[in-house]
């Protein structure tokens, strides 16, 4: 049967609708990633993988979501160790400290830097898959895109954070249907409009020096 294709404003509709069921299943294979690399290994490569098949989605690519999932996965097993994997192994530490803190003078202080941590941390996987950098100029130019657009990186965050705890209350059955997708979502959209206005600023740099 020939695919029916949809215009205008009908084809904007289809494209949202289609969005809920990528991220469910985008979801799902992140969850068996992690598990497939027995949670320390499989953390870091499901996650690339997760934002890599975001990233062609909003690019308009082609997605075969199972092969180009795990296509990635092995092919950046090794590699996303170190660019990625520590920092998102950090989050137990800042976790630990946002409890230790708690009913202390240190505890907003300590709440608000975590929300930076976390919000910049969130963009990290984007920059990865955005940019062909090494491991520092990765870390660097993500602190340099989350923070020449804060108010879209905190409220990025803080929008997670809301459906976090909403879903939570309301539907918890819910969580590991769409997170962490959700917020890589958000994040990639962060990034996508970050990686443009660098460019587009490089680019202007440029001009002037000649």
């Known amino acids: 049967m020939a695919e029916v294709e949809l215009d205008g404003r009908y084809g904007r509709l289809y494209g949202f609708l289609e969005w809920p069921v990528r991220l469910v299943v985008l979801n799902l294979l992140w969850i068996v990633g992690v598990l497939a690399g027995l949670v320390v290994a499989g ?9 890599t098949l975001l990233r062609d989605y909003l690019q308009g690519k082609p997605v075969r979501a ?5 296509t990635t996965w092995r092919r950046t097993l090794p590699s996303s160790q ?14 630990f400290y946002l409890i230790a803190s708690r009913g202390t003078p240190f505890a907003v202080a300590t709440t608000v830097l975590a929300i930076g941590y976390i919000a910049t941390l969130l963009q990290l996987p984007a920059a990865v898959t955005h940019l062909d950098l090494g491991v520092t100029d990765t870390w ?8 020449r657009q804060p108010l879209q990186t905190v409220g990025a965050a803080i929008v997670s954070v809301f459906l976090l705890v909403g879903a939570w209350f309301i539907a918890p059955a819910a969580l590991p249907l769409l997170f962490p997708a959700l917020p890589a979502l958000l994040a990639t959209l962060v990034v996508r409009r970050g990686v443009r206005e660098l460019s587009e600023l490089s680019s202007s740099t440029a001009s002037r020096e000649r």
């Open 82 to 95: 170190l660019v990625l994997g520590m920092p998102l192994l950090t989050v137990v530490v800042v976790v």
């Open 43 to 51: 953390l870091a490569p499901a996650t690339l993988a997760l934002y």
């Open 140 to 147: 660097k130019t993500t602190i340099a895109i989350a923070w």
């Open 66 to 70: 199972w092969r180009d999932f795990w």
